[in-house]
């Protein structure tokens, strides 16, 4: 066995935990089951007999009876069992559920199984303390043992000589992604202040004259009730009628023209600004790491597709994938803009 090098004063856990397919010793079993697969399957095997027993001493009530009660009783802990054996005889089927390895799903099983089984016992036991009756058969003990002597095979294997050779030097693998140690957070950069706008000359708003009651009632040649008008007579000829007419468009018209080309002035200069964080189109010469903050690379760009760019920083390109992802490409030689 592998731990007959071990010293004395050595511990289980300070054997090799992994070893390539090549390097480790031969692990004996019953058929394709190690020693721990086979003593688990027993165990369910006998809880799923003992399952179908009454559960209560008044009436017939057995888990498959008693509601939603035989999914974790019993239904989760055979899912883990059918699991494992299909990890031996499939080695290409199911090698996971969800995040979970079979093992640690098996574990989650039993354990929560386990729990279930212990709180019957304690409701039992309270309620006799208290003067009731004694209302559950011995399928609750018994079941209680064999899934404590489940969560031993799953949870505690690892730690106990016979049945920890099916863990030890297992070949290394890479973990599933919500397994892997956590990414570092970064603190997001504070977005770039927006440049302020070019301040514009303040126009002397123009208003027509109001025509209104005269104020002055001593001058009935003041039509426009103002105390700053003169006081002029106007004789009915056509000269003369169109004569105020014309002074008023001719203001109006040179004011329209002036606020016309100072709008023009404005609008040229701002053209002529250079556009700040423009999107475009880069194609590499060859592939390139788009990383992340920390400098882990996210993913390639190459001569193969376009490539977005969102922001250009002079020595670095700020890059977005296709599925929303930002990045920031610091190799920005001899790249192509589209």
């Known amino acids: 066995m592998a731990d007959e090098h071990l010293d004395d004063n050595d511990t289980f856990e300070e054997a090799p935990a992994v070893a390539d397919a090549g390097e480790a ?29 009454s559960l209560s001493t008044v009436r017939f009530d057995s888990v498959w009876t008693s509601g939603l009660a035989w999914i974790l ?56 303390i208290d003067g009731g009756p004694w209302l559950r058969s011995w399928v609750m003990w018994v079941e209680l043992v064999l899934m404590l002597a489940g969560v031993i095979l799953t949870v505690f294997a690892p730690f106990i000589p016979v049945v920890g050779e099916d863990f030890r030097l297992r ?38 004259p109001a025509y209104g009651a005269p104020a002055d009632y001593g001058n009935p040649y003041a039509p426009y009730g103002g105390e700053h008008v003169a006081d002029q007579r106007w004789t009915p000829d056509e000269t003369s009628a169109a004569q105020p007419a014309y002074a008023e468009a001719s203001h109006t018209g040179e004011h329209a023209a002036q606020h016309t080309a100072e709008h023009t002035a404005v609008f040229a200069a701002a053209s002529a600004e250079p556009p700040r964080h423009q999107a475009f189109w880069a194609l590499a010469p060859e592939e390139r790491d788009v990383v992340d903050e920390s400098g882990a690379p996210i993913w390639r760009i190459g001569p193969g597709a376009w490539a977005l760019v969102i922001e250009d920083r002079g020595d670095l390109f700020v890059m977005r994938h296709e599925d929303g992802r930002i990045g920031y490409l610091h190799d920005v030689r001899d790249v192509t803009r589209g």
């Open 73 to 128: 009783t019993i239904a989760l802990p055979s899912v883990a069992v059918f699991l494992i054996a299909l990890r031996r005889l499939s080695p290409d089927g199911i090698r996971r559920v969800g995040s979970l390895g079979i093992d640690q799903f098996a574990s989650v099983a039993f354990s929560v199984s386990a729990i279930v089984w212990l709180t019957y016992a304690w409701e039992t036991v309270a309620f006799v």
């Open 25 to 53: 010793p031969p692990q004996y079993g019953v058929g394709p089951f190690s020693i721990r697969e086979v003593a688990l399957a027993g165990v369910w095997l006998v809880a799923f007999i003992v399952s179908f027993f």
């Open 171 to 208: 070949p290394e693998i890479v973990a599933h992604r919500n397994a892997r140690p956590l990414r570092p957070i970064t603190a997001r950069p504070a977005p770039a202040p927006r440049p302020a706008p070019a301040p514009q000359e303040e126009q002397p708003a123009y208003s027509a």
